[in-house]
C-alpha cells in the first residue's frame, strides 16, 4: 500500500526560484491537506481541499499555490521561494468529507526544503 | 479560529505515568485528535475524542472535556520507546495543531 506519497523527500532552492511539492494518495480520500513544520511552531495549515477542484486557505497560505484537479493529487507551489519557506513539509489525506469529522489523518514522509 | 494549548516538554522515568494536558478555544468544534511524532518522522495517531469522558488503547487513554475546552493524554507504563512529541490537534472541519509537547523516558 502506497498510501501518501510525497516528492521530493530533500529540495535546496535559491532565493526566488519556484518549485512544486507533489503529494499523490490512492486511498480515494476526499480530504487532503499540506502543513509545514517548524521547530517550536508544530504543524501549521497551508491549504486544504475537501474534493476535487475545491481548495481553501489554512493559517499561513501566504507564499504557496495549490490546485486539486483529480482526487489523487494535491501539489504545493512556491512561486517565489523566500528563506522563510525553509521547513518540514507534510501533505496529509482523510476520507471524511467538509462536513462530517475529517476523521483520522494519513501522512506523507514529509519534504525538507531549504531556501538558500 | 482556535487557539490550542499544551505544555512545551515533559520527563518521566520509565514505568512511571505521565499526563499531557491540551487546553483549546475554538468556535466550532468537531472532535479532538492525539497524535505520536518521533523525531525525523511523520506523525501518526493515537486517537479520538468527539464525546465528553475517556477513551481507553491499551498503554494510552485520551481524555476530553467539551464544556472546558480541555483534553488529556494519559501514558501509562512509559518506555523509552515512548520518547516523542505528542501532538493535540483541533477538528473544526479543517485539523488544527498545538504546538506538541516533547516527552522525554529516562530510565
Known amino acids: 500500500n502506497a498510501g501518501v506519497t510525497q516528492t521530493p523527500k530533500f529540495q535546496v532552492l535559491k532565493t526566488g526560484q519556484s518549485m512544486t511539492l507533489q503529494c499523490a494518495q490512492d486511498m480515494n480520500h476526499e480530504y487532503m491537506s499540506w502543513y509545514r513544520q517548524d521547530p517550536g511552531m508544530g504543524l501549521r495549515l497551508i491549504h486544504y481541499s475537501v474534493g476535487a477542484g475545491i481548495t481553501d486557505q489554512g493559517e499561513v497560505p501566504n507564499g504557496y499555490n495549490v490546485s486539486r484537479s483529480t482526487t489523487e493529487d494535491f501539489p504545493l507551489r512556491l512561486l517565489s521561494a523566500a528563506p522563510s519557506q525553509t521547513s518540514v513539509y507534510f501533505c496529509?489525506?482523510?476520507?471524511?468529507?467538509?462536513?462530517?469529522?475529517?476523521?483520522?489523518?494519513?501522512f506523507g514522509e514529509g519534504s525538507r526544503l531549504t531556501v538558500l | 479560529g482556535q487557539n490550542i494549548d499544551q505544555p512545551t516538554e515533559m520527563t518521566a522515568t520509565e514505568g512511571a505515568i505521565v499526563q499531557i494536558n491540551c487546553t483549546y478555544q475554538?468556535?466550532?468544534?468537531?472532535?479532538l485528535f492525539w497524535y505520536q511524532q518521533h523525531a525525523g518522522e511523520a506523525p501518526t495517531f493515537l486517537s479520538y475524542?468527539?464525546?465528553?469522558g475517556l477513551e481507553e488503547k491499551g498503554r494510552f487513554s485520551s481524555f476530553l472535556s467539551r464544556s472546558k475546552g480541555y483534553s488529556y493524554l494519559l501514558l501509562k507504563e512509559l518506555q523509552m520507546k515512548d520518547s516523542a512529541s505528542y501532538l493535540c490537534a483541533l477538528n473544526d472541519y479543517k485539523l488544527s495543531f498545538g504546538a506538541g509537547t516533547t516527552v522525554t523516558v529516562r530510565a
Open positions: 475554538t468556535s466550532g468544534f468537531n472532535g
Open positions: 475524542n468527539v464525546l465528553d
Open positions: 496529509a489525506s482523510s476520507g471524511g468529507g467538509a462536513l462530517s469529522n475529517t476523521g483520522e489523518l494519513f
